[in-house]
């Protein structure tokens, strides 16, 4: 049904999906007619924690990609979780039927899109025809997901503290600073792209700021600069300044949280970004303000005082779902380092 030429775009285009910290967990088989594919670390994050809901976010953007870049062929994709009880490390087999799908013109998108983590995002703001007919889109492809916009400022406020609670812990928190300091490729260097984990260069640290903050990975030199109100500060720059100043903040939710919700809710966030995409917007996922509030995240290094009060507070804000995707949206001069991926054969189950 799929030439090899065919099938090696489909898999090219579903690797360039946004990942979290820029790690695609999986293998590829190509099982015809259809694809599997593998989990590629040795055991699952546990249920209900945070880990696991960024993994198939993540599953889910890839898939996405797959499903567009199918399209190019007239194929549809449908994908079944955990399709097999005496095999669990097989995350996702894929289906592909030919015919009955035309091509989806978000296929431009896929190379174009990239995390963009300037401050600046400026207007002028999309319509809010355009903002509904993207929630409808969600609400009708994607069961149990949705998008809304915190357009309201009040209800964007509440949301811009909760994200900036989150995302100073992360400076606070030993076993959360060893995790996202685990991920910056300083190796690579400031000008320099990472095929796997997050290029220095690609975070929008201000030139005059890189040695500080280069220097905050080390433990003690994070608590010295605490003692001095540096996570407060970190907090503010990486949630309350970018988040004000862009025109539009997101959030993407689910109705239940389970694999299922989180791989769809993956997917839709994708379809999201590539339209912003299309529309010239650029586009920063502010994940942990959502994540953290999961209640496993506590038994991952999460402080539980942190994970309750967010719980709480989402409660309030979203009665009916629980939001795992929060992202801020606007124009912006494109990052001068974009993440790359690594060769298409590493993905593969079979390269050796
Ligand atoms: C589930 C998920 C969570 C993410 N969380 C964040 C985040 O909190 N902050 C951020 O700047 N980028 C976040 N990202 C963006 C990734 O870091 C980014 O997609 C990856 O580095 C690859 O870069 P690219 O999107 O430019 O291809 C997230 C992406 C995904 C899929």
Redesign the pocket.
């Known amino acids: 049904m799929l030439t090899s030429e065919q099938l090696r775009f489909i898999l090219q285009s579903g690797i360039?999906?946004?990942?979290?910290?820029?790690?695609h967990y999986l293998r590829f088989e190509v099982a015809p007619p259809g694809l599997k594919i593998w989990y590629s670390e040795p055991g699952w994050p546990h249920d209900g924690g945070y880990k696991r809901?960024?993994?198939f976010?993540?599953f889910?953007?890839v898939a996405e990609n797959l499903a567009i870049a199918a399209s190019r062929f007239g194929v549809r994709s449908e994908f079944e979780l955990f399709p097999d009880p005496a095999a669990p490390a097989l995350a996702i087999r894929v289906h592909w039927q030919a015919g009955g799908v035309s091509a989806d013109p978000l296929i431009e998108e896929i190379p174009k899109?990239?995390?963009?983590?300037g401050v600046v995002f400026r207007g002028p703001p999309l319509s809010s025809a355009a903002l509904s007919a993207l929630v409808q889109e969600v609400a009708a492809a994607y069961p149990g997901c949705n998008l809304a916009w915190l357009g309201e400022r009040k209800r964007k406020m509440q949301v811009v503290e909760l994200i900036r609670v989150a995302?100073q812990e992360r400076f606070r928190t030993r076993a959360l600073h060893k995790e996202l300091f685990a991920?910056i490729r300083f190796d690579v260097g400031w000008n320099r792209s990472a095929e796997t984990?997050?290029?220095p260069g690609?975070?929008?640290v201000e030139k005059p700021l890189r040695p500080l903050f280069a220097s905050l990975r080390h433990w003690p030199l994070m608590q010295a600069f605490n003692l001095l109100g540096g996570s407060g500060l970190l907090g503010w720059r990486a949630a309350v300044l970018p988040c004000r100043i862009a025109p539009h903040l997101g959030a993407i939710i689910i109705e239940r949280l389970d694999d299922k919700h989180l791989f769809n809710a993956?997917r839709a966030?994708?379809r999201v970004?590539l339209a912003l995409t299309r529309n010239g917007l650029a586009l920063?996922?502010?994940?942990?303000?959502a994540?953290f509030a999961f209640p496993g995240a506590a038994a991952e290094g999460v402080p539980e005082r942190l994970q309750r009060r967010l719980a709480e507070a989402w409660g309030g804000i979203f009665p009916t779902g629980r939001p795992?995707?929060?992202?801020r949206a606007g124009h912006a001069r494109p990052?001068p380092i974009?993440?790359?991926?690594s060769a298409l054969e590493d993905y593969m189950v079979d390269s050796g």
């Open positions: 360039l999906a946004p990942s979290a910290d820029n790690y809901a960024a993994l976010l993540s889910g953007a899109r990239h995390c963009n983590r995302e991920a984990g997050l290029s690609a975070l929008g993956g966030f994708q970004w920063q996922p502010m994940a942990v303000g994540l795992v995707m929060l992202f990052p974009v993440a790359s991926r």
